[in-house]
Every structure is written in structure tokens, then in C-alpha cells.
């Protein structure tokens, strides 16, 4: 079993759509969690953290649930420049090393 | 403020040679990790530095080896290569404290023939 899973998609929305992704993580010793987004061919880029409260920036909120290890991303009012990978994203406490999942792809059309 | 930059862009090699990637931090960041994406995957955890030493490793041969200098630049060396290492290489930086993110450079995509 992944140590952190992911639905691979593709998730085909039009612009304005509300897309939610969801990951799972199997390490109930993860401590930190984020969303990572990466285009084609580039690096990842950290695009929030996530908090056991739930945190929104903007257009997206993330969701963090530890009793379930599940943790979920939801993007409001797709936008055609939203479309990317997805990665989720855990830190175990011993160590700092990042644990991705395969990522979820996003193609937001007109 | 130059952000995370490796070097070189891309590279391809055959099977059976070494290969050595660079990378160099974020202005103001010590640690250097490195990961390996293969096509359609997430990246994986090589391993990281910090002081000069191998801090943590993930689950590599002992073909993969690092090296981190003293103005916290690090590289990354592959010996006897596979047709299974062509892969994009991520360096990623961040400050000594656990809980900073991590800053990814633009990565080095190795082909091996």
C-alpha cells in the first residue's frame, strides 16, 4: 500500500466549477500536510499547508482529517490556469522528508 | 533573491555511466534535499543534507550518493546508471528548522540510453 494515495484523474471541469480531491496517508505519524501544484514539466510548487482546523486561501480550502487520515482539497470557481497536478503532500515528525502521493491531474476547459 | 537553481537542465547518458547533478539553495537556506520523479509519479525521497552530512535517506541503492560544500550547495551522483533511472531530479531547500517548506528548483531531467 502508497504511503500517501491519490485519484489519479484526469478531473475534466469547465471554468467555474467546484472540483474537491481527496487523499488518503497511511502513517498516523504524519505530522505536517500540505498541497503541492505542479505544472508540465516544472517543479512542484507549495500551494498551501493544511491544518487540523481546515484553511482557506483564497479560491481553494484544504481539509485535514486525522482521525480518518484524509485530508481533501477544494477549488472554488475554476479557473483555465488552475489546470495542473495536484500532490498531496505529508511530513512524518521524525526526519523532514516529503512523502507525495502520484498526484491528481486538474484540465479546467472553457 | 535567486530561488533554488540546478544544474545541468537536462542530460542524457547511457547505461553504465555516472552522472553528477548540482543544485544550490534559496539564499538563506541550509538544507538541501533531493527527489526523483519518475513519468506519471510523485517524486520520491533520495535523501537530504544539512552540516556537510547525510541527515535522512530514503530507499535508494547505495548508487545514489550526495556531497553538500560549505556555502550549502549539494550534489547529487549516480554510479553503474539504469535504463530505470531516467527520471526528473528535484533538488529542494529549506531553512534547518523542521517545519519550514521546502523550495524546489527547476529540476534535471536525465534520459538514459
Known amino acids: ?110 | 533573491d535567486a530561488g533554488v537553481t540546478q544544474s545541468p537542465t537536462h542530460l542524457i547518458k547511457t547505461r553504465g555511466q555516472q552522472v553528477t547533478l548540482r543544485c544550490s539553495p534559496k539564499s538563506g537556506h541550509d538544507t538541501v534535499s533531493w527527489y526523483q520523479q519518475a513519468l506519471g509519479q510523485g517524486p520520491q525521497f533520495i535523501f537530504q543534507y544539512y552540516e556537510e552530512e547525510e541527515r535522512q535517506r530514503g530507499n535508494f541503492p547505495d548508487r545514489f550518493s550526495g556531497h553538500q560544500f560549505p556555502n550549502y550547495s549539494s550534489e547529487l551522483n549516480v554510479n553503474a546508471l539504469l535504463l530505470g533511472d531516467s527520471a526528473l531530479y528535484l533538488c529542494a531547500s529549506s531553512s534547518g528548522q523542521i517545519d519550514q517548506p521546502q523550495h524546489f528548483g527547476d529540476g534535471t531531467r536525465l534520459s538514459i540510453l
Not at chain 1, 494515495?5 to 500536510?33: H, I, K, M, R
Not at chain 1, 479560491?59 to 489546470?83: C, V
Open chain 1, 1 to 110: 500500500r502508497k504511503e500517501v494515495e491519490q485519484d489519479p484523474g484526469p478531473f475534466n471541469v469547465p471554468e467555474g466549477a467546484t472540483v474537491a480531491f481527496n487523499c488518503t496517508y497511511s502513517n498516523s505519524a504524519s505530522q505536517s500536510f500540505f498541497w503541492y501544484r505542479q505544472d508540465c514539466r516544472k517543479e512542484p510548487k507549495l500551494l498551501m499547508s493544511v491544518y487540523s482546523s481546515g484553511n482557506e486561501d483564497g479560491r481553494f480550502t484544504a481539509q485535514l482529517n486525522r482521525a480518518s487520515q484524509y485530508i481533501s482539497l477544494l477549488i472554488r470557481d475554476s479557473k483555465l490556469s488552475d489546470s495542473a497536478t495536484y500532490l498531496c503532500v505529508v511530513k512524518v515528525e521524525r526526519g523532514n522528508k516529503l512523502i507525495f502521493g502520484a498526484g491528481t491531474r486538474l484540465a479546467v476547459h472553457p
